[in-house]
């Protein structure tokens, strides 16, 4: 059964008989299959009778109790959770990847991760439950890189950008989209462990503002402005008019000095440019993720 069929039972059966209503498609079909209620002009009048047989037929075909489960009871529930409520896992309509955080260290160092000290092959990350990971993250990560897109954060092996401004063992976050890695438990992560945050964003109006939304902000990871003035120079107009009108106020106030100093740059060329423009391009056309043992290295090791 579709959730949408068993919300639609649970009311009919879950008010005082007889109840009318005007059904959905779904239910219409589901009442002319089984010979269901009766029609009293667009609506449908359910019994006390079909009610009984709609309470069978959900515990029969869905493995749902009626007199203890509502509409509401799956809210919030993963799919293991769902499993006490019906037969079918997926009646949760909760995200099967939900409150994660991905982490990866910079290239070759470890990831210092409760108490261990793990060494991850390139374009490989690992989640995080965002309600609880601030305590498994090690004292060996004294600098936050917080990268905005997830192409840049999966490729950062390839990318062509002097890492040494976020510290030799950066703990590296993507900003996250979506419903699995959302970008809140990311912010969340990044307050909760309170280092210096250095912001690896799209080098545009938009981007500049994410970057000031960050907890700890300690600076904008950019090249050589020369060479960031000369890239913008082919960059994206449309892009960057677009975006314009929601960020300029707030960039024009900020006092950030990177934020300052790369907006500067961006208004003077009046274009955008995203940061996958400094991945590696035979890196671009890479897809998936390696497939590696993680070897333990002694917790106390710097790599």
């Given at each position: ?33 089984y010979n ?20 069978g037929l ?204 790369l907006w ?40």
């Open positions: 059964m579709e959730k949408s069929l068993i919300d639609a039972l649970l009311r009919v059966v879950q008010q005082p008989a007889p109840v009318r209503l005007r059904p959905g498609k779904t239910l219409a079909a589901f009442a002319r299959d269901l209620g009766r029609a009293r002009g667009a609506q449908l009048e359910f019994s006390a009778a079909d009610q009984q047989q709609i309470r959900l515990q029969a075909r869905a493995g749902i109790d009626a007199d203890r489960v509502t509409p509401q009871s799956w809210l919030g529930l993963s799919r293991a959770e769902s499993l006490g409520l019906g037969a079918d896992e997926k009646l949760s309509r909760a995200p099967v990847r939900r409150d994660r955080v991905a982490v990866k260290p910079l290239p070759g160092r470890p990831l210092h991760l409760d108490g261990e000290a793990l060494r991850l092959p390139p374009r490989c990350h690992i989640e995080l439950d965002g309600r609880r990971c601030a305590g498994l993250i090690g004292p060996g990560h004294e600098r936050v890189l917080l990268i905005e897109n997830w192409e840049a954060f999966d490729a950062l092996d390839a990318l062509r950008l002097d890492l040494s401004a976020a510290g030799a063992d950066a703990l590296v976050v993507w900003r996250g989209g979506g419903e699995g890695c959302r970008s809140d438990h990311a912010l969340a992560l990044l307050a909760a462990l309170g280092r210096p945050v250095l912001a690896f964003v799209d080098y545009d109006p938009a981007g500049l503002l994410i970057a000031l939304t960050l907890p700890h902000l300690a600076g904008v990871l950019a090249p050589p402005g020369a060479e960031l003035a000369e890239r913008l120079r082919g960059g994206l107009r449309e892009r960057y008019l677009e975006q314009l009108p929601q960020c300029a106020a707030t960039l024009d106030a900020a006092v950030q000095p990177d934020v300052a100093r500067r740059l961006i208004r003077s060329a009046g274009r955008a440019l995203p940061q996958e423009a400094f991945i590696e391009p035979e890196h671009t056309a890479q897809a998936g993720t390696a497939q590696a043992s993680f070897p333990r290295l002694p917790a106390s090791s710097d790599g």
